[in-house]
């Protein structure tokens, strides 16, 4: 999405500079709930002052930077909270946020041009928006709880929450890509759906579309490459041990 | 002794461009060769010249295709030549009237571009970014809810074929979701939504609407779509219209 950058962040960085190399950043910080007006604090300073593991901060905000190379190295069981919390606020950012404004300007373009077109990129959106929703709910009280359990497992600690059967080769499964219907929608509006008075609010709805999308694509690789390999880790440990 | 043919060869590798020339100036065919590194260097030449053949790295393709429709309108004649050094898909070499690969030796690619030099044109598919007839009629009935099966059953071909054309289709396109080509096939007028359905269309939107305003209130969250109409007037009186303009 931004060319510009492909500075790897190091821990010693200033979170200054990390922000002007790629401003999306702000959202990463935003999500692990470090906030603004830090000074001239390193990364590490930060993370330390927040509780977040600076190896897990590291590698989410070098994939930002189309650096993938970070996210071999090992994880510690502890990280995995951190992850998942992060995973839990983006998943709130966008349903909250970003597909609501969305939604909402779409509601706007129909205002202003009330055709037959507009009407069905509306309900186009809004299925989409409801897989989205059913995929994210799937994983917030699903995946998340499972993985919570696994840990607890390890630590040594009983957990009432008991699924079997359940295992992390299920949720491979249900990795459906959402991005599909995502290039659809972006295709339509700019290839296909003629334009007539209603420039700016689709400037804004292609703008947080091809946003979201970049997003989008970051969130599954953060779960295919960190969170999944973790998981399995994990699993592989119980097994070991029968715990 | 016929006037000389005029070859292009298009290959950004200086080792490779070197190597062909160097084969075929080991031929005893009359032939002048112009290389080059870019589509914008063929064109130069197309402009000026009758070119027999164009041999090119089928990567410099891949993200000009608009510009190599152009250049093949332009040179109806010319034969053009692959040449392949990696993986590439099907589609594109479609395109070529002949494939020289890396490890052919030198007699293969001089009986090659011989066997060209000699042939005539044959007929190839363009990179076209307009829906055949045929894909058209899948696209008419797919959007109308029918499944594959039902489409061969009703076009008389295989579902194998209907595949064929709906993969042919999201790539014209660029979309994918059955619920997108509908909307893309209302914006091209290739279906027409009649007068019920855009009715249906614009009351439905409208009842989700109130629900979702008023979704706290237990009577909208329950109250089947239809009722909802009824509301109808009071939305346009209390809905300033200006606010969106």
């Known amino acids: ?243 | 002794m016929s006037k000389s043919q005029k070859i292009i060869i298009a290959e950004s590798s200086e080792i490779i461009r070197k190597g062909l020339i160097n084969i075929i100036n080991n031929t005893e065919l009359d032939i002048h060769i112009i290389n080059t590194h870019s589509l914008a260097g063929i064109y130069n030449h197309i402009n000026k010249y009758y070119i027999d053949i164009i041999l090119i790295n089928p990567t410099l393709l891949l993200n000009n295709t608009d510009f190599f429709n152009e250049l093949l309108s332009k040179s109806k004649e010319t034969k053009w030549l692959g040449i392949i050094s990696t993986f590439f898909d099907k589609e594109i070499l479609l395109l070529f009237d002949n494939l020289i690969y890396i490890n052919d030796n030198s007699e293969i690619v001089k009986e090659k571009i011989n066997k060209l030099l000699t042939q005539k044109k044959t007929n190839k598919t363009s990179i076209r970014n307009i829906l055949s007839k045929r894909e058209i009629d899948v696209l008419k009935l797919l959007v109308s809810g029918n499944s594959n099966k039902k489409i061969a059953d009703k076009l008389f071909i295989s579902t194998y074929t209907v595949m064929t054309h709906r993969k042919n289709i999201s790539q014209k396109t660029g979309i994918k979701s059955v619920a997108g080509l509908t909307i893309y096939a209302v914006i091209n007028k290739i279906i027409k939504l009649d007068s019920y359905a855009k009715y249906l269309a614009v009351f439905f939107n409208i009842s989700l609407k109130y629900r979702n305003k008023y979704y706290k209130i237990p009577f909208f969250r329950y109250c089947p779509y239809y009722l909802l109409i009824i509301f109808l007037p009071f939305e346009l009186i209390y809905t300033d219209r200006n606010q969106f303009l």
């Open chain 1, 1 to 243: 999405m931004i060319n510009k950058q492909n500075k790897i962040i190091t821990k010693d960085m200033k979170m200054f500079d990390v922000i002007l190399n790629n401003h999306l950043m702000i959202t990463v910080l935003e999500r692990f709930g470090i906030n603004l007006g830090f000074n001239e604090k390193t990364v590490d300073s930060l993370c330390h002052a927040n509780k977040i593991s600076t190896k897990v901060f590291l590698s989410i905000s070098n994939l930002y930077n189309d650096l993938e190379c970070i996210t071999d190295i090992d994880f510690n069981y502890k990280d995995i909270q951190s992850i998942i919390q992060y995973l839990k606020n983006s998943h709130k950012y966008y349903l909250e946020e970003k597909y609501q404004e969305i939604i909402d300007n779409i509601l706007l373009m129909y205002n202003i041009n009330k055709t037959s077109e507009t009407i069905m990129v509306n309900e186009f959106f809004k299925e989409y928006t409801k897989e989205v929703m059913d995929h994210i709910n799937y994983e917030n009280n699903i995946v998340f709880p499972y993985i919570n359990n696994l840990f607890d497992k390890i630590k040594g600690k009983n957990n009432k929450y008991k699924n079997n059967n359940y295992s992390v080769i299920d949720y491979k499964k249900h990795h459906n890509d959402i991005e599909e219907k995502l290039t659809d929608i972006k295709n339509l509006l700019i290839k296909y759906l003629p334009q007539k008075n209603d420039k700016s609010v689709r400037r804004k709805i292609l703008f947080d579309l091809f946003e979201l999308e970049y997003d989008l694509s970051i969130h599954q690789k953060i779960e295919n490459n960190i969170l999944i390999p973790i998981v399995e880790k994990m699993e592989l440990e119980i097994k070991k041990n029968k715990l």
